[in-house]
């Protein structure tokens, strides 16, 4: 219950905090999500999605941090196909 | 999807199990908090590329799995009263009462439904005022501001037909149960990310020091789970116990504050039984008094009844980590997703349902 998908800010609407709304787009799916905790969210951020809501932005920096650091385990990049096995 | 398949890239899983044998020169058990970490665990088998000394128990974190037995027959009560319209996440839908569940109310003819999010409720109560719209408000710290948010919406439409019947609990109040039971063998903790999305993690500093346990930040997907034990490992060899964020893309020390303000503002922390455990002191949220009108427990006459588990259902010790779900007599046989015994079966975050969809039983004692 507690999963939150991140998913890409599309457009936002709504002035006032509480209606602020944003289309966001999970891997093809589009949907309608409150931006009423995440309001400084804008379009082309990540948004990390629970129940209807924006969570937190995603910090892009962070996230490619973890990713080079993977790299760096001394390991050649993913092969082809190598994330489709577990998907 | 950008931001999930990088985190499930096979080579890199691979690679944080080794640094996880080279760390691991002791046995150690860590406890992964978050239900939904779990099904993760189970789904890729996470747990079983592990060094036998590295132990991995999941814990009580499926809200769906703790909701006391009494609220699920409130639930059932409310749903069956004429007039009223119950939305619930799907998940409860089969949940077991002592009086049936929801779903045998929806079939019976009573007005349940499945909503994908608490302000799709405060819709429906909007486009029906001649019904009375309850939310079943179930789940953790993650959830509730969700539901915070859609009663102050409601409260500022003036919809007087919108109410909640409130089960929300909170996660540091379970570890310290967790701690404090006689037979703990949890040693450190994977606390869950997208909790401490909103809450962020200085609370668990002090219970970190207290009890001498490492806790981790930790995400969803296989690379975030690796890199959680890692580091918990790694503090667990180094004699350290400190909160570890390795969900930095997610989560900051503080949380989300406009999540923590509409929380602190519409509910009140409460002692709360929690389903197999048994009461923990300040471990729920109940309304607070400016927010009471909303209260289906005080709108509608819901009969407390306090009922017994079937004896045959080990949940409580499941969710303390103490047993493994195929280590329960009933698992596959008396107790399935279509006939649960018990919450942990029907849950999409209950150990025993992870177990019954990824994994054959197997012989007790197997990690
Ligand atoms: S398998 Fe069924 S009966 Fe056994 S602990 Fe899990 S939910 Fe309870």
């Given amino acids: 219950m507690c999963l939150a998908v991140p998913g890409k800010v599309l457009s936002c609407a709504g002035a006032d905090v509480l209606d602020r709304t944003a289309r966001v787009n999970f891997g093809g799916v589009v949907r309608e999500v409150s931006l009423a905790f995440v309001p400084e969210a804008a379009v082309g951020d990540y948004v990390v999605v629970h129940a209807g809501f924006a969570l937190t932005r995603l910090d892009e920096a962070e996230a490619a941090k973890v990713l080079a650091e993977l790299a760096a385990l001394g390991e050649p990049a993913a092969p082809e196909g190598g994330a489709d096995e577990v998907r | ?169 909170l996660v540091p109040p379970a570890i310290e149960a967790v701690l404090a039971a006689p037979a703990n063998r949890v040693q450190g903790f994977l606390a869950a990310g997208h909790v401490c999305a909103v809450t962020g993690y200085e609370e668990y500093e002090p219970l970190a020091a207290r009890h001498g346990v490492p806790v981790v930040v930790t995400g969803f997907e296989p690379v975030d789970i690796r890199r959680g034990m890692l580091a918990c490992v790694r503090q667990l060899e180094a004699g350290r116990a400190a909160v570890e964020n390795e969900y930095a893309r997610v989560v900051a020390r503080t949380g989300n504050p406009h999540a923590r303000a509409v929380v602190g503002e519409v509910f009140r922390v409460v002692d709360r039984r929690w389903r197999g455990i048994g009461t923990i002191p300040r471990s729920g949220l109940a309304l607070a008094d400016g927010y009471a009108a909303f209260d289906a427990e005080r709108r509608f006459p819901l009969a407390t009844v306090t009922a017994d588990e079937p004896a045959e259902c080990i949940a409580g010790l499941v969710l303390q980590g103490s047993r493994k779900p195929t280590e329960c007599p009933a698992f596959g046989t008396r107790c399935t997703p279509e006939h649960p015994l018990g919450a942990p079966m029907v849950s999409s975050e209950g150990a025993c349902a992870a177990y019954h969809r990824y994994r054959r039983p197997q012989p007790a004692g197997v990690s």
């Fill in chain 2, 1 to 169: 999807m950008r931001y999930v398949d990088e985190y499930r890239d096979a080579v890199g899983v691979a690679a944080l199990a080794r640094e996880i044998d080279r760390a691991a020169t002791r046995p150690w058990t860590v406890m992964e908090v978050c239900g939904g970490q779990t099904h993760a665990i189970v789904r890729f088998g996470l747990d079983e590329l592990l060094p036998a000394r590295v132990t991995l128990v999941h814990g009580p974190g499926c809200p769906v799995c703790v909701t006391p037995v009494e609220l699920i027959d409130r639930a059932v009560a409310l749903a069956a009263t004429p007039g009223v319209t119950l939305c619930s996440f799907g998940d409860m839908l089969r949940v077991p009462g002592t009086r049936g569940n929801l779903l045998a109310v929806r079939a019976a003819g009573g007005d349940v439904r499945v909503v994908y999010s608490p302000l799709d409720a405060v819709r429906l109560a909007e486009r029906h005022p001649d019904r009375q719209v309850a939310f079943f408000a179930v789940g953790f710290e993650t959830t509730a501001p969700t539901t915070a948010a859609a009663v102050v919406q409601a409260r500022r439409r003036g919809l007087g037909n919108f109410a909640l019947l409130v089960a929300h609990v």
